[in-house]
């Protein structure tokens, strides 16, 4: 292929070249005699700078004149410069509009989330979604080699099926010719087959969910991985997981440092997925969350009512700061360089306020609901986050009671009425990321629970041939993909975590 310009990330063996580049103008700013250009192409970001002097008054009025998002050709010379985004700076000696924009709806004023969303499709060119998506993919990949890597051979389930895997109450139903379809809600029935055929198999795919919820965790459309392995029971299958996960954050830690940087991750927080991951009954998750049980010295409702304190503290603090800032700019006695600095950090001090005040206004909430704790129920997003912030890696409860939990999971043989299913929650108060355990293999049992879920037998007859002919113990999970981008990247929604969102009240763009 014969291609005649250099994308941005190949600046670093073009140094001191003249090379051309195509991209986008991010961004523009201009002074007597000089315009810097923000550029991008996909593949990175580079400051340009245009000289009067160089290119003549003709270009460089095209290059003052060039709006937000209009896209450009330029020439010039790599020259290596520490202090840009991507260690680069091109010296521009000519530059064409390939076409020029319109005015551009996303300023650098702050906008709302609503108006973000709405514009999805123009939002994605953005820095920060840049990075969410670099590091999507950077997860993909990981993802892929990891199985590749271990023996796995991935094989893709089917979107329409006939049958519910994970409860009828969160199916989409749609029309199959004279038949009722539903969208997938987890491939892993058809993995339990293909597992059976392959060995070690893992899906990739899109699942839906009809769920009525609006949390900052919920999809109504997500990607999710599901392997499923033959000859595995649950602790090798949490072998597994642990591996797994360990494997995607560390290929996002070595090969997403740019990105990372972008997103102001703080990695020492990731880093912690070296060490092993905490496995914790259920039983005893409970009592941890009803602080009836101290985990490496800390209580959990101690933790709450003293990091509540502090919070509270820090409150007042900067209060006391933003409003003695806004008091010298007011007095008129700060130069100019100063009344900026102030308002500089006054923006963050408000940035920083508004964290505190969301952790103020929850953990009385964390508080409750820890307290309030039923033995026997399925964790909420509130009993997640207060068992999480007593670890500092992910950790794995398994052992869950039968009744909350999916029709195939495999009764536990030494603890009666509770199940071999494992969740794996991350940290920083990010939840369930990984669903997944042991799966029932008697026949029996298995036509029970699904009688008692009130599942439709005949939908279910192909996958109970899966133990009628040569039935063996296996195990498997399924991984969120926008879960673990979610925290990787320290989201503030899930839905930033996917190109195009799908979720109750958001169907475009
Ligand atoms: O825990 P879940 O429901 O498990 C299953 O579907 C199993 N069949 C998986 C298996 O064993 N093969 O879903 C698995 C994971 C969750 O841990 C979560 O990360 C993600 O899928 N997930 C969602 N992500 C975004 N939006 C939603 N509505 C999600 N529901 C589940
Ligand atoms: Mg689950």
């Known amino acids: 292929m014969k291609q005649n310009w250099t994308y941005l990330a190949q600046l670093a063996a073009n140094e001191g070249k003249e090379i051309t580049l195509k991209g986008w103008v991010q961004n523009r700013r201009d002074s007597k005699g000089i315009v810097f250009i923000i550029l991008r192409d996909g593949t990175g970001f580079a400051q340009c700078v245009v000289l009067e002097e160089t290119v003549g008054e003709a270009m460089f009025d095209e290059a003052k004149r060039l709006s937000l998002e209009t896209s450009v050709e330029l020439t010039g010379t790599i020259r290596k410069d520490e202090k840009q985004l991507g260690g680069f700076e091109v010296q521009v000696s000519s530059l064409k509009v390939i076409t020029p924009a319109e005015e551009y709806p996303i300023g650098k004023k702050e906008h709302g989330v609503d108006f973000l969303m709405d514009r999805r499709h123009l939002w994605l060119r953005s820095k920060r ?17 990891f199985f590749q890597q271990n023996g796995f051979v991935q094989m893709d389930a089917p979107i329409f099926t006939g049958n519910a895997c994970e409860g009828t109450s969160t199916l989409f139903e749609t029309e199959f010719f004279e038949d009722t379809a539903y969208l997938s809600q987890s491939g892993q029935l058809y993995g339990e087959a293909m597992a059976m055929a392959m060995g070690k198999i893992y899906t990739f795919g ?17 990607w999710m991985i599901e392997p499923e392995m033959a000859f595995y029971d649950l602790d090798m299958t949490m072998d597994l997981i642990e591996e797994f996960i360990r494997f995607v954050v560390t290929a996002v830690l070595k090969n997403c440092k740019d990105e990372l940087a972008v997103l102001e991750r703080d990695v020492t927080k990731l880093e912690t997925v070296i060490k092993p991951f905490p496995r914790i009954a259920y039983k005893d998750a409970v009592q941890m969350i009803r602080g009836e049980k101290d985990v490496n010295g800390m209580n ?34 700060l130069k100019k360089g100063e009344i900026a600095f102030n308002e500089q950090k006054i923006q963050q001090q408000k940035a920083a306020l508004r964290e505190l005040e969301e952790e103020e206004r929850n953990i009385p909430q964390w508080l409750e609901s820890a307290k309030n704790f039923v033995p026997g129920d399925d964790f909420g997003g509130s009993d997640e986050t207060v068992l999480t912030r007593l670890f500092n890696t992910p950790i794995m409860v398994y052992n869950w009671p039968k009744a909350i939990k999916a029709f195939y999971m495999k009764e536990a043989d030494d603890d009666k009425g509770y199940v071999r299913g494992v969740d794996i929650l991350a940290p920083e108060g990010y939840g369930e990321i990984v669903g997944g355990g042991q799966r029932e293999t008697d026949m029996q049992v298995l036509v029970d629970a699904i009688h008692h879920h009130q599942l439709p037998m005949e939908a279910f007859e192909w996958y109970l041939d899966l133990r009628r002919y040569g039935s063996v113990q296996h195990s498997g999970f399924g991984l969120g993909l926008e879960r673990i ?17 799908r979720m109750m009240g958001r169907l475009l763009p």
């Open 129 to 145: 979604q840049w990075a969410i998506m670099r590091i999507r993919n950077e997860i993909i990949f990981a993802i892929h080699n």
């Open 300 to 333: 959990s409702i101690k933790t709450l009512e003293g990091d509540l304190a502090i919070v509270k503290n820090k409150i007042e603090e900067i209060k006391t700061d933003i409003t003695s800032r806004e008091e010298k700019i007011k007095s008129g006695a």
């Open 485 to 501: 981008i979610c925290w990787v990247c320290k989201l503030p929604h899930v839905r930033e975590a996917i190109p195009f969102p």
């Open 206 to 222: 899109p699942t839906f969910r009809a769920e009525k919820s609006k949390t900052r965790r919920h999809l109504s459309e997500f």
